[in-house]
């Protein structure tokens, strides 16, 4: 299979996404990159680090003069600032300079601590993102988007920061467990509605030979993933105007994700359910017809995620969704679809959103 | 005395700097920034809170919806982690959302602090600098670096972000004591011999009205300071260039801050003592004749600042320099005069330094 390269033109911040097979072992996917007086420190999680830091380790060190690595505790529950404090540990123990590059070797949560660890070293350092899982390479691959928790919401605290590179190594996803797989699967069909027909009626073909983890359907999807998130993300960097239509179900999803505690649902799999939801929603308004919003529902199921919302009180559901960030001066604002492969952000009354979620929770 | 305006021409992040008297007071300070819906929140530190707080948040509560006030732990030694997350508490618990408009009433370290906050909270918030001391008015006001520091060293965790406008209202400065504004002349000092000479002779004209704070003489150091700045930054944004003149006498300075343990040494009087050994070393090694070096060190004197290295053994000191942030993969690095009004960077080697070091030091 040829490596395939998606690149993102941002200007002066302009990177590529590289694609393919055995990548970690080739020389290729490091070119440019190094500064050879440089440092490089790997980021990982026991988990992946086990499986894979060595070969990055290794191959690191033929083109950076001192590679490190440094192991951060596993889960969403500890992307906070305290892990992130070991980045920074690691870095000026090892009296890291300018020079140093940060590898992000895992899943969401790495790539989002160690891009903004990245982000405010010395006020910004290179670092190349080499994702894991699926969500994290359909996903966090492109947007630059970085952050960390605070106790009292998601991402609260983070930065917008583009990697030098993005090394997708499709190999990875042999050793990914099913149910990650699937929630990874929720950001790819997110891609359909919300900006490409045909990529819809594609996912919709091919969701089967997805679920059975054939290479080539898993190389096209990520790589086409990557493409329709770049068309949407160059052109509105900073989340000003039409990126926000990527949030498509991510409203009632991290309200699933709070109300639930952190970690009870996969983030694709609240994701998932949220884009049943917004669906349900578009459809209520009149936006879209009800087939359509009942095909969406199909696919998500057909993925194998949730399609019922789980037992939260509807005032506490929507009380979560007010502080999510694309609520704006109180207003209650959800990505909507508006026809086939558009989306747009619309300003909803609660209790319209309050009554969809009855009509599709569980109980 | 009419306000002053020195306009920062960044683009899509250019901002003005207000400089004269009475502004906290007069609503057209604050024009153009407030969204009406908006929540606002005024960081500040006991001593300069005390003073000022209440007219700030008065005069903001006649523009925005709500308007909250978190007062930080005082002093350099708080500027961390751990005080950083007290304003996103405060931001959080308010449920802040992205109209929200950080104001950072103090000197450098609330003004760090809050403006990092800014560049952080939701990825990024607007936030307007009001600097009520000499160094933060001449310094912070241009340039968009914000930071903490980290136990193993100053300013390590930041970000370049610029404010939305920086008001500079000077009646502050009669409030300041005065080793303090003594250590603001330091910063006010080094525009002169690193980029404009017939400022040198103004402030050899004007270091004593400076002194006796003549509020006329302060009004045009502050101005004429924020617009050799500007014109230093304007253009290197980012710190890749001639920027790095800024850091004249930093280098000896930040040694002298952390070998004494921050506190014991004002950061400007770090920074006096840092530019006459820095004058010491560009004579030493030819680049200006020792009467320019000198009279540089006259000047530093008339300001009142030390002239003298405190006792730190020569090699800690050496050794602490180069962790500095101008060191790139282990060479040393100076900000050297070449010239009236003209400075570049200069690699060192480690025994010149020294050898300056040890002829400039007490005992």
Redesign the interface.
Known sequence: MPTQVVPIELGDRRYDILIGSGLFDCPTSYEQLA?S??HALVVSNPTVGSIYADRLVSALRQIY?DVRLVVLPDGESHKN?ETL?LI??AL??S?S???TTLFALGGGVIGDMTGFAA??????VPYVQVPTTLLAQVDSSVGG???IN?P??KN?????YQPRRVIVDLDTLDTLPQRELVAGLAEVIKYGPIADAAFLAWIEENIDSMLARDKSALAYAVTRSCRVKASVVVGDE??AGRRVILNYGHTFGHAIEVGLGYGTWLHGEAVGCGMVLAAALSARLGLVDSAYADRITRLIARAGLPVVAPPIATDRFIDLM??D?K????AMRFVLLDGPGSAALHSVPAEIAAEVIERNRTG
Chains 1, 2 share one sequence.
Request: charged share 25%; proline share 0%.
């Open positions: 500064n007086a440089g003069l600032a404090g920074f540990d000026l123990s009296k300079d300018r020079a982000a405010c070293y010395m006020r910004g988007k970085t952050a605070h009292l919401g609260m605290i983070g930065a917008f900073r989340e007010q502080l960030k609520s704006e001066a109180g």
